[in-house]
């Protein structure tokens, strides 16, 4: 059969490309921007990429076309999709239908830590020997691609709460009938589509509500939102992590933490991962892989060699002595959390944060007025204010000095080099490609030294 996935280089829909790669179907694929990692993967699984979705693309004449919520009503592919009558479905129903029946789903959802906990809960059942499937929204280092089919009945999945598609608009996880579940944290997200929070704690409820009574729930005890979700109704087994009856860990200096289950010591994780967050990661992780018949103490053994998912917190060089990373956070809180943890790794060493408000809900300015406090920890923020509908240097203004503001992708990697200097810490952070910063800051942070040694 021959697919032509219409936003292929998301890394959902290009997870959704691999997968039915690996099933022996024909698969292409269109976008509008293509950039690695994503775009290195569908490279190398041979998935021709078309760019643009003109409607003259309908020519292709797949058996099946399936829909990325990336495109609306109006693109003029699915304009002439529909008129001409075509077969088409979205990337969660061809997982529902295509990969998951008869599998036991472990899905991974909430606002925050998606990625990287999902990405922990596949490695940690690849190292316990249990050949998981996967479809993770990024590409793990220690896996090495973003999705699999797998050869065992266990298969890990991203669960986003955003819609499914333009003629689908319950959130994607309601499609996966998972048996494991575990939900990170919840805040206010995709502004586009939920008028506020109480609208996602309602797709999170129906999320639970598909749950077999059988089935475990892993959840953030210390989280508000997702609280009152479970106050509304949980029909399966539930265990909490940051919650005394439950997962605990308490971070010490160097990173390390011991993971104890209702105070009962189980292993000490030390790895090279910053922050409290992926101390709470893992401790979702290791509880989910618990539930389906992985140790602990096994699930600690695999964290301590796990090297993270690209894309988060990921060292992309040390040009010049500056170390420079490129990280995912576009919210907030994660923005925020990402900052504090390079703080704990690189103490009074500066921190430059370089910042592309690029989601739809930073891009409505639903979020403008925490901007400033979020960035807080870095000493100098730089932010790119290209497409934004709002006037980032006010929302920036209570950082003063410290804060710089610019419409021109040259000019602000400009600044950067002539701010920087030996020692510091660069982070980039953006859910897109951000047009292609980290290389270009490596590139031209590097000239100066290249140059004095010629």
């Known amino acids: 059969m021959h697919l032509h996935v219409l936003g292929i280089c998301g890394t959902f829909m290009g997870g959704i490309a691999v997968l039915a790669r690996a099933a022996g179907h024909r698969v292409t694929g269109s976008d509008a921007n293509a950039y690695p990692p994503m775009s290195t993967q569908l490279a190398a699984a041979g998935i021709e990429i078309h760019e643009g979705f003109a409607a003259e693309r309908i020519a292709l004449a797949p058996d099946l076309w399936v829909v990325g919520n990336v495109v609306t009503r109006g693109n003029p592919l699915v304009e002439e999709i529909l008129d001409r009558g075509a077969p088409f479905t979205s990337g969660p129903q061809w997982l529902a239908e295509h990969v998951l029946p008869g599998r036991h789903v472990l899905a991974v959802a909430g606002t925050h830590g998606k990625t990287t906990t999902t990405a922990m809960l596949a490695w940690i059942l690849e190292r316990a020997g249990r050949r998981p499937g996967f479809l993770v929204g990024g590409v793990p280092t220690d896996l090495e691609c973003s999705a699999r089919p797998g050869e065992s009945e266990l298969f890990v999945v991203e669960a986003d709460e955003y819609d499914t598609a333009f003629f689908d608009k319950r959130s994607k996880f309601v499609h996966y009938r998972a048996r494991t579940a575990v939900l990170t944290n919840l805040e206010f997200d995709h502004a586009d589509i939920f008028p506020d929070l109480g609208a996602i704690e309602t797709q999170f409820h129906h999320f639970v509500r598909a749950l077999p009574r059988s089935g475990l729930v892993v959840a953030n005890g210390a989280d508000a939102a997702l609280a009152r979700v479970l106050g509304r109704g949980c029909w399966s ?156 240097a006010a929302a920036l203004a209570p950082l003063g000095s410290r804060a710089r503001a610019s419409a021109d992708l040259d000019a602000l990697v400009a600044a950067i080099v002539r701010e920087a200097r030996r020692g510091d810490a660069v982070v980039v952070m953006s859910n897109g490609g951000f047009g292609g910063i980290q290389e270009k800051l490596v590139a031209q942070l590097g000239r100066p030294l290249r140059e004095a040694a010629g």
């Open 237 to 392: 087994r539930l265990e909490r992590f940051d919650a005394p009856d439950g997962w605990t860990a308490e971070l010490a200096p160097d990173g390390s933490f011991e993971v104890r289950w209702r105070g009962a010591p189980q292993g000490r994780v030390a790895w090279a991962l910053l922050g409290d967050h992926n101390r709470a990661n893992a401790l979702a992780a290791i509880a989910a892989a618990r539930d389906v018949g992985v140790a602990p103490g096994v699930a600690i053994e695999a964290l301590n060699a796990f090297r993270g998912v690209k894309r988060r917190m990921e060292l992309r060089g040390t040009p010049g002595g500056v170390a420079v990373y490129d990280d995912f956070a576009h919210h907030p809180t994660a923005i925020a959390t990402t900052l504090a943890g390079l703080r704990r790794k690189v103490g009074a060493a500066r921190i430059l944060a370089v910042l592309e408000p690029r989601s739809n809900t930073m891009k409505l300015g639903v979020m403008k007025d925490e901007l400033a406090a979020s960035l807080a920890a870095a000493d100098v923020a730089f932010c790119y204010t290209a497409n934004l509908g709002w006037d980032a």
